[in-house]
């Protein structure tokens, strides 16, 4: 079970790593390439998704990811047209900053025959779009604005709500490429308010912001952009 392997590895301090794959920016014969570099990277997981695909392509760039690589794949969608019944689990986004029901329940309901027809592990996850200095695909996208990143507070307040709802993970986000990524200060507030797992991502591109993330309390880090524009990112 993916999930219960997140809280083991969180209960033994074992910090995760996603890498993030959007479909739309992979070429089915540029894969090899990418996994050989994951490989030797940290990575402990690989999300797919991206907030524009449609779903293109999906199960094909799954198996090819899977017949080379050995980590856990989890579908990271922006909408229902990118669920693939290949993949291991599907992070269930309900976007709690926003106030859009498409985002809180409308997809999620429209989700509901096509995960029916898959084995996928489903983790209900709860995603909080964090204010990052310029306009994000995922704010375009969803119409919905972002929390404020001076309101720690409500961000806090916003993550509780949803481990009461029944999230059973977390998911800071600034956005994919975003300007600044989730301040240290957000993601403090943030773990010492919930005890389910948190994810960060959007906007981390060094090492040494990946280990100010953790420091901070988050259980999983998503890099995407970095690596997409560098496979060498992780070298050394
Ligand atoms: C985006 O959190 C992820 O949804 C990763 O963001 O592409 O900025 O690493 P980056």
């Known amino acids: 079970m993916l999930y219960e392997q997140i809280l083991s590895a969180?209960?033994?301090?074992?910090?995760?790593?996603?890498?993030?794959?959007?479909?739309?920016?992979?070429?089915?014969?540029?894969?090899s390439v990418l996994t050989k570099k994951i490989k030797l990277s940290p990575a402990t997981h690989i999300f797919v998704g991206g907030?524009?695909?449609?779903?293109?392509?999906?199960?094909?760039?799954?198996?090819?990811?899977?017949?080379?690589?050995n980590l856990p794949i989890l579908l990271f969608p922006g909408n229902p047209s990118q669920i693939s019944?290949?993949?291991?689990?599907?992070?269930?986004?309900?976007?709690?900053?926003?106030?859009?029901?498409d985002y809180l329940v409308e997809h999620q309901v429209n989700a509901v025959p096509i995960l029916e027809k898959t084995n996928l592990e489903i983790i209900s996850t709860g995603?909080?779009?964090?204010?990052?200095g310029s306009?994000?695909?995922?704010?375009?996208?969803?119409?919905?604005?972002?929390?404020q990143k001076t309101n720690a507070e409500y961000i806090a307040q916003t993550?509780?709500?949803?481990?009461?709802?029944?999230?059973?993970?977390?998911?800071?986000?600034?956005?994919?490429?975003?300007l600044n990524a989730v301040s240290e200060e957000i993601i403090k507030e943030v773990s010492n308010r919930i005890s389910v797992p948190l994810i960060v991502?959007?906007?981390?591109?060094?090492?040494?912001?990946?280990?100010?993330?953790y420091s901070a309390g988050a259980d999983l880090v998503v890099i995407g952009t970095?690596?997409?524009n560098n496979i060498n990112f992780f070298d050394n």
């Not at 995760?16 to 540029?30: C, H, Q, R, S």
Request: overall charge neutral; glycine content about 10%; some cysteine.
């Open 51 to 69: 907030s524009s695909f449609n779903g293109n392509h999906l199960d094909e760039i799954i198996i090819k990811l899977k017949s080379e690589i």
């Open 226 to 228: 970095a690596f997409e």
């Open 201 to 213: 991502g959007g906007g981390i591109r060094s090492k040494n912001q990946i280990d100010a993330a």
């Open 127 to 132: 995603y909080i779009l964090i204010e990052s």
């Open 85 to 101: 019944a290949e993949a291991d689990g599907i992070l269930f986004l309900m976007l709690l900053s926003g106030r859009n029901p």
């Open 159 to 178: 993550a509780k709500a949803g481990e009461l709802i029944g999230n059973k993970i977390l998911y800071l986000e600034a956005g994919s490429g975003a």
């Open 135 to 147: 306009e994000t695909a995922v704010e375009r996208i969803s119409k919905t604005k972002p929390l």
């Open 10 to 31: 969180r209960k033994e301090c074992k910090k995760l790593l996603a890498i993030l794959i959007d479909p739309d920016k992979v070429v089915m014969n540029g894969i």
